[in-house]
């Protein structure tokens, strides 16, 4: 991170990257003074409530965040910056989203932890948009004009106060992401919650991880004196939705080989906290790609020269798909189906986390249901086309001609034409099985 004196010392000239988090009650006039380099400016975690009238001479300027301010209206200026990729306000106080705010040449906006009741029509404008992030806001409803975005693919909408769930949502040609928990039209599930664990039984000895949601611990059961994971959940609403939607859908999901194995929930936290008692995953698991970028947005990354042995491209394939299918047997959509959130050993052996945006839904409406689990079928057609892209064994010219008519059918703009995930299971069952 630089510093606001270094700046005025001109000591960052020339810089394409700018990160300021000093307290900061204005905007200082000195960063125009990159405008002719400047593509990435990170000014979160200030107390920011309005941008120069005259922004827009970053005319370079790429990727703008600013979360963590005390912006109450999204600012109008954003549209004058002709190359604006990227702009992420989470975590303001922002109530109002004015018309000319949103810039069409977005890909990326994040507004999530807001107070937003209301989105304007001129969204529909964004013909870039692929990712909106909209999870803990006051939206009532969804303006009709988003389904001219033809090209939004990750969309989160948990954590509102939407009555309804928009129709024409589920027959976008590219959304593959799609999280909706926590609105008054969901209706909560009977879950049966697992054992009570109490948290002066564990004894935590190192934190293994954080994400959106919550703190992963490895713990010692003091009981059993066997070790285990330990989530602890942050208690707030999260980019993808309320940590109790995440708790239930994990209970809900029932024991699977693709899933670690849930032991109980904490009770009694020293701070009223909730979490989740799991099996620990062997450390010689490790994750199958890296989230996406800010240049690839919806797509993971992979490690260099990293690869896979078609066998292996089949054992995890086979797992997503057959986990997948039990999720949508109990009307739970997972809504972040990512190479980033699987398992993988050196022998393909495969487990699936992190339920932070899963939502459920009416299994009882079929329609309804139907589309859901074309959607992340879709999601599936991606990690379908990254397994292919790191597959080491061009021989097998049949299986990857199979595995690749598999990805095309996953994403297919006519939703109802994918195929269910009963359907994948079985193919790539026969495919391992054939191998």
Known sequence: MQTLLQLKRGELKGAAYLELSEGLDHFPEEIFGLSETLETLDLSFNKLTALPADFGRLKKLKFFFCSGNLFSTLPEVLADCPLLDIAGFKSNRIETVPERSLNPNLRWLILTNNKIS???????????????????????ELPAELKNCQNLSLLRISANRLPTLP?????MPKLSWLAISGNLFNKKPDVLPPAFINWGELEINQLLGEGASGM?????????????AVKVFKGAVTSDGYPEDEMNAYIAAGSHAGLAKLIGQIHAHPEGKTGLVMELIPSHFFNLGMPPTLDTCTRDVFKENFSLSLQKVLKIAATIASLAAQLHDNGITHSDLYAHNILIDEDGNTLFSDFGAASFYDKTDLKTAHAFERLEVSAYGYLLDDLLSLCSEKGNENALKKITGLKNECLASDISSRPGFEYLVAEFTKLLTSG
């Open 118 to 140: 209301a989105l304007p029509s001129a969204i529909g404008k964004c013909a870039r948009l692929q990712k909106l992030m909209l999870a803990g806001n006051q939206l009532k």
């Open 167 to 171: 129709q024409w949502l589920l027959s």
């Open 216 to 228: 992963i611990y490895k713990a010692i059961g003091k009981s059993a004196e066997k070790e285990v």
